[in-house]
Structure formats: C-alpha cells, structure tokens
C-alpha cells in the first residue's frame, strides 16, 4: 500500500502522524511511504532519518495526499487538505468530528473513508489511540495551570504546591478518566490539594486506592460541582464521552462562585469542552478571561511537546497502521477487535453514533457500511 505522511500545518503542532522508525517497519514489509519534507523536524526526526528508513521525501503536501492510499495525521486536516482528499483515500488520524460542523460536511463532500483514533476502542471498551495523549494532556493540564495562576498571567497569584507556613492550592479535576488520573498524578506530586469528580462508583474507588486516600474523590452532582468550585484555584474539565460532544458542566452562572483569578483547564476543548464559556484557543494565544476567571483551552496542548507525544502516539497507533496497510481498511476493521468503532465516515456517510446525534444527520452503523461495495 501506498502511505502517506504530511507535515501538520494547524497553528503550532509540532507532532507527526509517523516516526522514522514507523516508516522503516512499513518499508520492509513492502509497503512504500512517502512523508513531507519538514514533516517531523519539529518533533526532532530528521528528513534524512526518513530516508534512511525508506521513505520517499516530497516538498508538495498536495502531491502527497494525492498519492497516497492512506493518509496519516495526527490533527484533523485543515479546510485546504480537505479538499485534496477523494473517495479511495483512507484518512486516519484524529478527527473529533462531533464539535466541529464544518469538517464533518468537508469529509463527507469528499466521499473519503475516515477512521478517528479518538474512537478506536479495545477489547476492554478502552480507548488505546486516545489514551496516550490524554495521558500527557492530563499531564500538561496541570503545569500549564500552575502557570496560568501566576499574577503575571492574570491568575491569583498561588503557587501549587504552596511552601510550609502557606496553604498550598486547591485543585479540582471534574472526569477520572485517564485525563483526570494523569492530571491528579502531577497535581498530587507538586503538593497541590486536589478533588475529583466522577459519576462512577467503581472509577473513584480504583483512583482511591491508586493515590492510598490521598485524593479527594467525589460523585459528581451538580451541587458538588458548585461546591468545590467555590473552593478551587485550579480546575481541570476531563470529561469525555467518546466521539460525542462534551456536556457543559461548569456553566457561566457558576464562575460567579468561584474566586476572582482562578484557572480553567479544559481538556475536552477538542471535543466542544466542558465548560459553557470555553472556545479554543491556541498556543500563540492560549488564554482568556470570563468575569475575572482565567480559561486555558488549547485545543492541541501535547503538541507543545511534540517529540514525546509523537513517540507516544506512534507506539499505539503503529499495529493499527501496519493493519491497514496489509490488509486494507475493510478487512482490518473486521478483523482487529475494536477498530470498527473508529469508523466515523464513510463514501459521504456518517457511521458514528456520536457524531450523527451532535448534527442530527442519518447514522449508518459501520458494520453494515464493511458489508457495502
């Protein structure tokens, strides 16, 4: 098969869909690769380590996306790669399709088979694509709080994990997925004070068990949500529905209780967030305020650390690639549990649940789209 890897050109994202290694086991398997020039030199992988493992090297993005059989990313594409898609192409990447209207029409107009690692799921009902860059959002979330609290950037001008003889901050964490885990792990180590909500029983007490009582946890009601958010300097929104759009949960009434220079992190913005006053942002402009409430809602926050989220995300999706590229995308869905649920579009079709309700469009359940000519 014929692979194709294209430098990512959304505002400051540094990651690339594949690492040098990635190419080299494609290659000997017989698989031919094209990758942009520049594709991965952000991320610290060299044009001439592409070449070395076998890839074909292109200065045009066009050309590539023409070429190629399937086309791997890491962000969703943007309006004019939209348009360089057509119906034989596989797109896989992430999509996060349900908050975004506009790419969802583009992708159907272009008859395109479009397969989110967002969706994928395991054996166990897990997430494997997503969970490594939930693991270093949840991560990020964390310090780029801890930054955002600082006088300087319009917060109260709290230090996390305080010093002896001062209170150290308080954080809350709404969501105990990996995000929320992840985010609870750093909070925790920098001496934070920290709670977290979830509507699972079951999740909270392995999270309890997982910190030995040192976390806070809470079943998530709305009047909890007010509760802790008028105690909170940092609060971190972790809530994921997969491949649906995110329920607001911290609505603007709500900021009014909370302490003028305290911090939003809203790590579902990718999925519309879980905030009602959230809109993303970027890393070049990476902050707003709402009534005296600081908002960090980066929508690609691991690209910041480009090398170590793009080393992350090619050891998970690399199997489902060489999948693909063996044995094309309808055997592969069939045949890897879990993989067809990554299916979110197909010949101008929608064939995600979660999508097709955000825009009220026809579902076309996937399995019954493997089954189509």
């Keep these: 098969m014929r692979v194709g890897v294209p430098r990512e050109i959304k505002n400051r994202e540094y990651r690339v869909g594949m690492t040098p290694m990635g190419v080299r086991e494609l290659v000997e398997q017989g698989h031919q690769v094209q990758v942009e020039l520049g594709a991965g ?59 975004d209207r ?18 994928v799921q395991d054996l166990h009902g897990g997430l494997p694509l997503l969970a490594p860059m939930s693991e270093v959002a949840g991560r990020m979330a964390v310090q780029a709080g801890a930054h955002c609290l600082e006088k300087a950037q319009g917060g109260r001008g709290v230090l996390l994990g305080g010093v002896p003889g001062v209170s150290p901050a308080r954080v809350l964490i709404i969501g105990g997925g990996v995000v929320g885990e992840n985010a609870a792990y750093i909070a925790l180590g920098m001496g934070a004070r920290v709670s977290l909500l979830d509507k699972s029983i079951p999740r909270l007490k392995q999270l309890d068990e997982r ?3 040192a976390l806070t946890t809470l079943y998530s009601t709305r009047e909890n949500i007010e ?9 971190i929104g972790a809530v994921l529905l997969p491949g649906a759009a995110a329920p607001k949960l911290v609505t603007r009434d709500m900021l009014g209780e909370m302490k003028v220079g305290s911090v939003l992190v809203d790590v579902a913005i990718d999925q519309g967030g879980c905030f009602e006053t959230s809109h993303p942002t970027t890393h070049d402009d990476p902050v707003f305020d709402v009534d005296g409430i600081v908002h960090y809602c980066v929508a690609n926050m691991p ?3 480009a090398r170590t989220s793009t080393l992350a995300l090619t050891n998970a999706t690399l199997p489902y690639v060489e999948q693909l590229a063996q044995h094309g995308w309808r055997r592969a869905l069939q045949e890897v549990p879990g993989f ?34």
């Design 102 to 119: 506009s790419l969802t029409d583009a992708l159907l107009a272009s008859g395109c088979t479009a397969i989110a690692y967002e969706t």
């Design 340 to 373: 067809v649920s990554g299916l979110n579009v197909h010949s101008g079709r929608v064939t995600c649940a979660g999508v097709a309700e955000a825009f009220n469009l026809p579902l076309h359940p996937p399995r019954e789209e493997l089954g189509s000519a």
């Design 41 to 99: 030199v952000a991320a610290g992988f060299s044009d001439q380590a592409y070449e070395q493992a076998g890839a074909v090297l292109v200065d045009d993005p066009r050309s590539v996306f023409s070429w190629a059989d399937l086309i791997v990313k890491v962000k969703e594409p943007q309006p004019n790669e939209c348009g360089w898609l057509s119906a034989d192409q596989v797109l896989f990447t992430y999509l996060h399709l349900a908050a």
């Design 227 to 235: 509760q802790q958010l008028s105690l909170a300097d940092l609060v």
């Design 303 to 305: 690209g910041a650390v």
């Design 211 to 213: 910190f030995n009582g």
